[in-house]
T-cell receptor, first 117, second 113 residues
Framework: AQTVTQSQPEMSVQEAETVTLSCTYDTSESDYYLFWYKQPPSRQMILVIR??????QNATENRFSVNFQKAAKSFSLKISDSQLGDAAMYFC??????????????FGTGTRLTIIP | GAGVSQSPSNKVTEKGKDVELRCDPISGHTALYWYRQSLGQGLEFLIYFQGNSAPDKSGLPSDRFSAERTGGSVSTLTIQRTQQEDSAVYLC???????????FGPGTRLTVL
């Protein structure tokens, strides 16, 4: 079974600064997807960024980028120019790409990000 | 277009009662997922539907939990004889195709007294 670990329960960053959230995972599969989701107080999970394991290039979405280290099974999220609206819980998630019907997301325990004005 | 909607937003029930939670996926989305978010267990997968079939129901915690999907659209998650440990936020997600991006609803917060 796959596991996802987020070792930082809480993080804080000054507005306009850069912050990195950590995620490690454990899997024996070679083909999979990794995601970062944001959950604001409204409870609705929002996809921030995704990475296909077969791609060596790190994914980027505007101020959000990842550092994907496949051999180390590490998948960190970097938020540049932090904004007040970035305050939320951030979840790292894994999904297999190996088996038909195995569609579920496996989530880490989350990191609560606070933005300091 | 409209996103995934869930009802009710909040539900308070007494131990031993049955509850039904509803999910309306995004129109045209063939895949639908239920997850549970609780303080003790984090975010857990419950069940996945492709159309009206459930190829993966491995996350349902006990036989008190069941789910169905009709018309390839609306899904209902039923919890029978609720227990206090069932208290959680139940999240529903849908995707256009299997393995597509999962779009989440706002969840139903269930409190069992």
């Amino acid at each position: 079974a796959q596991t996802v670990t987020q070792s930082q329960p809480e993080m804080s960053v000054q507005e306009a600064e850069t912050v990195t959230l950590s995620c490690t995972y454990d899997t024996s599969e070679s083909d999979y997807y990794l995601f970062w989701y944001k959950q604001p107080p409204s409870r609705q999970m929002i996809l921030v960024i995704r990475q296909e394991a077969y791609k060596q290039q790190n994914a980027t979405e505007n101020r959000f980028s990842v550092n994907f280290q496949k051999a180390a099974k590490s998948f960190s999220l970097k938020i540049s120019d932090s904004q007040l609206g970035d305050a939320a819980m951030y979840f790292c998630a894994y999904r297999s790409a190996m088996n038909f019907g195995n569609e579920k997301l496996t989530f880490g325990t989350g990191t609560r990000l606070t933005i300091i004005p | 277009g409209a996103g995934v909607s869930q009802s009710p937003s909040n539900k308070v029930t007494e131990k031993g009662k049955d509850v039904e939670l509803r999910c309306d996926p995004i129109s045209g989305h063939t895949a639908l997922y239920w997850y549970r978010q609780s303080l003790g267990q984090g975010l857990e997968f419950l069940i996945y539907f492709q159309g009206n079939s459930a190829p993966d129901k491995s996350g349902l915690p006990s036989d008190r939990f069941s789910a169905e999907r009709t018309g390839g659209s609306v899904s209902t998650l039923t919890i029978q004889r609720t227990q206090q440990e069932d208290s959680a936020v139940y999240l529903c997600a849908s995707s256009r195709v299997s393995r597509g991006e999962q779009f989440f609803g706002p969840g139903t917060r269930l409190t069992v007294l």
